[in-house]
């Protein structure tokens, strides 16, 4: 079985720091990279990307609302034309950086809110899918299992990646439990190997009541804020490894070579 495990990083920001960046990108095999715009700046874009390329990390846009008092976590409604610029001005960012430094983007992942917002709601998530269409076909489409995002990826004939969480909860209907939720996060490095190893091992969303639903695995994410992170990262990655498990950057799997 071929895994990928990828991490949000770049996200320098009064909320939130990047002294994990460098040891997270030993770990993961591909990074989604902060675009400016909820956090992050040309610089960090740069560094980020070059020390992806140092670790044979395949990286992506991490495109979300241009809010980064919030650090993107706030919903806002937007016309459709406003997010089809926000997703193409962010993957384009961070395109023309990465041409500079020799390296391809290959994938997208939407952030915070507007990530959260497109999960459940199949008009935007088409937006979204049809806005990274416009900018290259060939972008992998990194979206939580389940979610509305990956039906209007799959719709519209994006390469679409099915990605689950290392360290949240989920709800019975499958979506993350809420930040605002004392249970929202598995903070032990232990408990979300565990977590992550049944839900690969079973391809299905372990819920926190104890329920499972039936889905598609390509990618893990792991978070790169908190004290655990890097230790938490490195937990899942020998879990995987030792359970038989092929890890790899997601433009390499099988399904999209």
């Not at 976590?73 to 406003?82: G, N, T, V």
């Not at 900018?135 to 990605?163: C, D, H, Q, R, Y």
């Amino acid at each position: 079985m071929e895994i990928n495990i990828n991490c949000d990083l770049g996200e320098s920001s009064k909320l939130h720091s990047t002294e994990n960046d460098p040891l997270l990108l030993e770990i993961v095999n591909s990074a989604n990279i902060a675009c400016g715009y909820h956090a992050g700046n040309k610089l960090t874009m740069e560094k980020t990307i070059e020390i992806s390329k140092k670790n044979n990390v395949s990286i992506g846009a991490h495109p979300s609302f241009n809010d980064p008092e919030n650090f993107g976590r706030k919903r806002i409604d937007l016309p459709k034309s406003e997010i089809k610029k926000l997703i193409t001005d962010q993957v384009n960012i961070l395109s023309t950086i990465a041409e500079e430094k020799k390296i391809k983007v290959t994938h997208v992942k939407p952030h915070g809110a507007l990530n959260n917002m497109a999960c459940e709601n199949f008009d935007l998530a088409k937006t979204i899918a049809e806005s990274i269409l416009e900018v290259n076909k060939n972008l992998i489409f990194l979206v939580p299992t389940g979610s509305e995002m990956e039906k209007a990826g799959k719709k519209l004939n994006l390469k679409v990646a099915a990605e689950i969480f290392a360290d949240r909860n989920y709800e019975d209907d499958g979506n993350l439990v809420s930040r605002k939720k004392s249970n929202a996060m598995i903070t032990d490095p232990e408990a979300a190997k565990k977590h992550v190893i049944k839900m690969v091992e079973a391809q299905a969303i372990n819920c926190y009541s104890g329920k499972q639903i039936p889905c598609d695995i390509d990618s893990i994410c792991v978070h790169g804020d908190g004290k655990s992170a890097v230790s938490t990262a490195k937990e899942i990655k020998n879990g995987l490894v030792k359970s038989g498990v092929t890890l790899k950057s997601l433009d390499k799997l099988k399904k999209f070579v």
